[in-house]
């Protein structure tokens, strides 16, 4: 009677009530799945998007940059928006990771390829942003997402102003939105071209503080966790640890509970505490 009063007074996700009695084995398998936790940046990130969506068509389509450390959180959002809204707004949403030293027709190969339709090598540029639009229309694409966009940083200075003429050019042909999303140095990308930036206003994704707000966000992922027992995260001894093992980054965060509360499943413990934290076999550099 004593587990099942500790279960009701700990904040639980409905959804993950029902799985307290399922084997360790399921449990940990839903904890591998990895899950999306909301926080008020995100929600205005979200919002953001949706207003892009809902702008008026005009030959020059507002976009957004969206820039982070590296491991925190980014991509996950982007990729989180894009199934949400893919459903919601009934057409696709595109997510293309920038290559590396690219050049344009580089550039608009991967966009093709992730589209599902592969460019021929012998293809001008102009030809292949033209299957572009055709392929944006035939897939009903709503909005392009380009990850790591500071990959251009790597190319030829050259191919960098060919790469973002060529954004400008898909943006005014395709009419609809485009986000960018890199790292800090990304916003060095904007610097090189006026008129991109105007269109690009800029989002920022900073490192968390140790506060309120960082102890809901850990209070958050608890209630998303099907362990038998409270583990109580925002209280000061586990709050305090896992923020200076993850030194303010989303990811590390996120991996840190997940390993530890595997962990505290195939132990037994069936919640996390600060032994089971330093027991980690990972550290990050």
């Not at 392009?144 to 251009?152: A, S």
């Not at 102890?215 to 305090?240: D, R």
């Not at 896992?242 to 505290?264: N, P």
Request: proline fraction near 4%.
């Amino acid at each position: 009677m004593e587990q099942d009063h500790q279960v009701e007074k700990r904040l639980l996700d409905p959804r993950f009530k029902g799985l307290l009695d399922k084997p360790a084995e399921q449990r940990i398998a839903i904890i591998n799945q990895g899950l999306f936790i909301d926080y008020p940046l995100a929600i205005r990130i979200r919002q953001v998007i949706s207003s892009l969506l809902n702008q008026p068509l005009r030959p020059r389509m507002l976009g957004l940059l969206l820039i982070s450390h590296t491991n925190n959180g980014k991509t996950t959002l982007i990729k989180q928006i894009k199934e949400e809204f893919a459903q919601q707004y009934h057409g696709n949403f595109v997510y293309v990771e920038t290559p590396e030293r690219t050049t344009l027709k580089e550039f608009y190969s991967e966009t093709l390829n992730v589209l599902g339709y592969p460019a021929r090598a012998s293809r001008s540029t102009g030809d292949l942003r033209m299957q572009i639009q055709i392929a944006l229309q035939e897939r009903n694409v709503k909005m392009l997402f380009f990850d790591e966009i500071q990959n251009l940083l790597d190319s030829r200075r050259d191919h960098k102003h060919d790469v973002l003429n060529g954004l400008k050019s898909l943006n005014n042909h395709a009419q609809i939105p485009i986000v960018l999303v890199g790292i800090e140095t990304a916003k060095e990308i904007l610097g090189l071209d006026e008129q991109v930036a105007d269109r690009y206003p800029v989002i920022e994704m900073p490192l968390w503080e140790y506060n309120d707000g960082f102890k809901s966000l850990l209070a958050t992922f608890e209630a998303y966790l099907p362990l038998k027992l409270p583990s109580k995260l925002s209280c000061n001894a586990i709050s305090k640890k896992i923020f200076a093992i993850s030194e303010g980054k989303l990811g590390r965060v996120a991996e840190t509970i997940r390993k530890s509360a595997i962990k505290a499943i195939q132990g037994g413990t069936e919640k996390i505490t600060t032994e089971i934290i330093d027991s980690l076999d990972f550290k990050w550099c």
